[in-house]
């Protein structure tokens, strides 16, 4: 059975759409109706939906599954359907519906314009979006208002409840071919939900209703190529945060490497696509910008190596991959150490994905051992891939060597980790779980250092995850971005350096406690590390990605004792028992859905 969500929570959209249905308007910003709510040139909502009787806004009860949102009144119901990513299909019996203008000022630069056309259509062309919107009706009685208004005015058509009534809405730029379904509505449901059920159980073969939904926000939050977005690709969410940050596409891409292998490459290039000259990967990538002013932490490499093993059939482009980490890192060596230092830094707390975490409390520009632990990975995998591609890989091997002997001897202080300083030298201990990110390095790092850390990331474990500062801290906050609060992309990342060091059972709390707060909360952007309560966006894409790498590992913990469970990278670990093979047996059967349909470039 299809999972039920709330819109307030996470909004009704499809694979491929730029635009969705939803009463989140703005950031942390909720009307009382939905909203037609579109990502071009950024979030802009442009069309409200109020049921009604007789034009009298009515109660309405709001429910949607993934195929279907649904109005429910006192005298009908009211349901729409994406039957194509730039189609929505709206039907209702016993309702009536209001559509309007969400803004009712039109100037000349901001705004949404209407008008009837003279093919029978009714048109809102927005000036925000760039875009237009055109809806039709099929059936039904209707009324229209504001045709050609100026100014401040009622923009918008009012459909008659008096008889069942049909409608489509199209997005589409200056002119094409009207659309005229040749199916029936519920066809067009049915066809909506085979497509998202064949795409979760490729993903998510173990068919839990977390895991499904989990898959809804993936599937849901993805958008065909347009504007700055050169490939398929999955937002952060289709609330506020409407971009690809250059380190959340790597969560998302190894979540879906083994159900929809085509579609996780895409997602693992596509803000490669904006690499510069100097080997920079851009901070983020949307519709109508790429955004430079900072970058974020070089985990590509950990991602490449895990990504290349979960893949059913490797890397589609080796070379490709080499070059762009090749460069990638070269920025970090080249760009990020100062002249006579054998340590990068970060320029702001932006640039490690930690925005506001108390490392960067006192100085932004920060050697953080973080980052310096993400490079020795990166060279590693670079040293791999060498040999695959024909060139050296010694001068890899030996950067990472010397990269990690200066870690450890210039901020490793014998059982802890500092940051520095950049401008004034000095070394500080924080209680921020950033400090304790070298974990990473698992195998790698010397066991006396390893134990330490496992330690220390024992004390940020709350029942609810990873705290990302200790809450005894005097700069703990609940709700505190990256002072507190539990967050996917640490989860993912400390969990994955406990268990190749050998730290299993703590991994598997850490997995566990996550997974629990999904499962009671769902895929916020972070969650208040003692309650549990979800925070922020309330449907982030990295954070079901997690969800679903994690819990697909769980699943494998379910059978007899003793039984190998698949890992993050697809090597067998030894824990306490599952059926990893079963998991692996199901992966060759998914290994045909290769991407997500409706995703050819829309020409926006």
């Keep these: 059975m299809a999972p039920e969500f709330s819109p307030r929570d996470i909004p009704f959209s499809r694979a491929g759409a730029w635009f969705g249905l939803s009463p989140v308007v703005g950031l942390a910003t909720y009307a009382d109706e939905v909203n037609l709510v579109s990502h071009r040139n950024g979030m802009h909502p442009l069309l409200r939906l109020v049921p009604a009787l007789r034009e009298t806004p009515v109660p309405a009860e709001v429910t949607a599954d993934p195929a279907t949102l649904t109005w429910s009144t006192a005298q009908g119901r009211i349901t729409a359907v994406f039957p194509a990513p730039d189609v929505l299909r709206i039907s209702g019996t016993g309702a009536g519906l209001l559509i309007s203008a969400t803004e009712r000022t039109l100037t000349p630069f901001t705004g949404t314009y209407f008008f009837a056309d003279q093919a029978g259509g009714l048109v809102f062309t927005s000036y925000e979006t760039g875009h237009r919107l055109r809806l039709t009706v099929l059936s039904g009685q209707w009324n229209q208002v504001g045709d050609q208004a100026l100014d401040t005015a009622r923009r918008g058509l009012v459909l008659d409840a008096d008889e069942p009534w049909e409608l489509i809405v199209e997005e589409l730029g200056t002119a094409r071919t009207r659309v005229l379904p040749s199916t029936t509505f519920a066809d067009d449901v049915g066809a909506v939900r085979a497509e998202f059920s064949q795409f979760a159980a490729a993903v998510a073969p173990w068919h839990t ?330 449907a982030y894409t990295w954070t079901a990605a997690a969800y679903l790498l994690l819990a697909e590992r769980g699943a494998g913990r379910e059978g007899p004792p003793g039984t190998p469970v698949a890992g993050l990278d697809g090597v067998p670990t030894w824990s306490g028992g599952g059926a990893g093979a079963a998991v692996e047996a199901e992966r060759g059967r998914r290994r045909g859905v290769a991407g997500v349909g409706g995703l050819e470039p829309d020409g926006g």
């Excluded at 977390?210 to 969410?237: D, I, K």
């Excluded at 970060?346 to 490079?375: C, I, K, Q």
């Excluded at 060091?501 to 769902?522: H, I, P």
Aim: aromatic share 10%; charged share 25%.
């Design 209 to 538: 209703p977390a895991a499904e939904l989990a898959c809804y926000v993936l599937w849901s939050a993805t958008v065909r190529p347009a504007g700055f977005v050169h490939r398929p690709a999955v937002l952060m969410s289709k609330h506020w945060m409407d971009k690809v940050w250059s380190w959340d596409h790597c969560f998302t891409a190894l979540a879906l490497a083994g159900g929809a292998p085509e579609l996780a490459w895409q997602q693992f290039q596509v803000v490669f696509d904006h690499q510069d000259a100097e080997g920079a990967l851009p901070d983020s990538v949307t519709h109508s910008e790429v955004l430079r002013n900072f970058v974020k932490p070089p985990i590509h490499g950990w991602a490449l190596s895990l990504l290349r093993r979960r893949l059913p059939d490797g890397l589609p482009d080796v070379t490709t991959a080499y070059h762009q980490l090749v460069a990638w890192t070269s920025f970090w060596l080249d760009h990020r150490r100062v002249p006579g230092s054998r340590l990068p830094h970060y320029e702001h707390g932006n640039d490690s994905g930690w925005d506001n975490s108390t490392v960067f409390r006192e100085e932004r520009l920060v050697r953080s051992p973080d980052l310096t632990a993400f490079l020795v990975l990166q060279c590693k995998e670079l040293a791999l891939l060498a040999t695959e591609v024909g060139d050296e890989p010694a001068r890899w091997t030996e950067q990472a060597d010397e990269l990690l002997e200066a870690l450890l001897d210039e901020l490793w202080q014998g059982d802890h980790f500092v940051s520095q300083g950049v401008v004034s030298g000095t070394k500080r201990r924080s209680e921020s779980l950033l400090d304790l990110m070298p974990v990473v390095l698992g195998e790698h790092l010397p066991r006396a250092v390893f134990d330490h850390l496992r330690a220390d990331i024992a004390q940020h474990l709350t029942s609810v995850g990873l705290a990302t500062e200790l809450p005894g801290s005097p700069w703990y906050e609940p709700d505190g971005y990256w002072r507190g609060p539990v967050w996917a992309p640490a989860t993912v990342l400390v969990e994955d350096g406990l268990r190749r060091g050998g730290a299993v059972e703590l991994a598997d709390q850490v997995s566990a406690r996550f997974l629990a707060t999904c499962e009671k909360s769902g895929f916020a952007e972070n969650f208040d590390a003692l309650t549990g309560e979800g925070l922020r966006d309330r």
